[in-house]
């Protein structure tokens, strides 16, 4: 996933510079080799290998971390947290006024286990979810028989099993709409289906790297001042629906400090209910994390 992140950072998105670094830095030198004579003809972006030392100074840190898992979240919770500590133990040192985005699995612990425990202020910790609104607007867009760019909407909560559709926030060309029940138990079939298919099927072979690249894409451009439109990605809620001290996936709009605005939602009863189940269980995996990395 962190190649097809830095193919889509080198093609299009700001920065003058994109640094890769992986423990194994010949794996790190060939592709950056190769994306920057993949894109030496339409972009002036600088990409290279390097140290862990390149994070001084650093305006974005992208961090897909992992140490296996695949898509066995807890599985790669157990083997990545304590390695992803050390990395960014030092960022607080090396790199104070950063945003960092990480889109390691599963992103809503990983991020609020970072924020309490290796520096900088809150709003400048992001997770990144946005995979779950693209696939939620894709099945709107089928089962609606509409392209997906016309349709407005968003999944809330953990980026996981908990993940939270919010159907009264569906927009199509701007204006509300609403699905009718049938409509909702299609879309929430396809998708469930479609994951399915994705897990099961596909032999899980890799992550949705080229969905998570235009995703990470879409944040850097925010941070940026390119964009200015929220998007829904895990910070840290303090006070926000009512909860605080966890990371959770919610509308947000950022800035080159990160989160500058938490957006809360008018939740109908049901996705009410079903955000706080979700909050709840992101909580206690949080808190375990935490105590066991103390």
């Known amino acids: 996933m962190g190649s097809c992140i830095a193919r889509a950072l080198a093609d299009g998105a700001p920065g003058d510079e994109i640094v890769l670094y992986d423990a ?4 790190a030198l060939n592709h950056a080799m190769d994306l920057l004579e993949s894109v030496c003809l339409t972009s002036a972006a ?4 390097g ?3 390149d994070m001084q100074s650093s305006d974005i840190i992208v961090n897909v971390m992992s140490v296996g898992g ?6 790669s919770l157990e083997q990545t947290a304590s390695e992803m500590l050390k990395l960014f133990g030092h960022v607080e040192r090396l790199a104070p006024d950063a945003v960092v985005i990480t889109a390691s699995n599963p992103v809503d612990v990983y991020n609020g286990l970072l924020c309490r425990r290796a520096g900088l202020p809150a709003e400048r ?6 995979n779950d609104t693209i696939r939620f607007r894709r099945t709107l867009g089928r089962v609606l028989k509409l392209p997906a760019a016309r349709i407005n909407a968003c999944m809330i909560g953990e980026h996981g099993a908990t993940k939270v559709p919010v159907f009264s926030s569906v927009e199509i060309d701007g204006k509300p709409f ?3 029940p049938e409509q909702k138990a299609a879309v929430l079939s396809e998708m469930t289906e479609w994951w399915d298919v994705y897990t099961t099927q596909t032999g899980n072979l890799r992550t949705a790297g080229w969905t998570s690249a235009f995703g990470v894409a879409e944040m850097v451009k925010r941070i940026s001042g390119i964009e200015s439109s929220p998007m829904p990605c895990s910070c840290m809620l303090d006070g926000q629906y009512g909860l605080t001290g966890l990371s959770l996936g919610v509308p947000v709009r950022l800035d080159r400090g990160g989160a500058a605005e938490i957006i809360e939602l008018e939740l109908c009863p049901d996705e009410k209910e079903a955000f706080e189940t979700s909050a709840a269980k992101i909580r206690a995996l949080t808190e375990d994390v935490l105590s066991r990395y103390a």
Not at 24 to 27: K, V
Not at 125 to 130: F, I
């Open 24 to 27: 194994n830095h010949g794996h």
């Open 46 to 49: 600088d990409v290279r290998a």
């Open 51 to 53: 140290a862990l030392t």
């Open 70 to 75: 695949g898509a066995d979240h807890m599985k």
């Open 125 to 130: 910790w992001l997770g990144y979810s946005y």
């Open 178 to 180: 609403i699905p009718d």
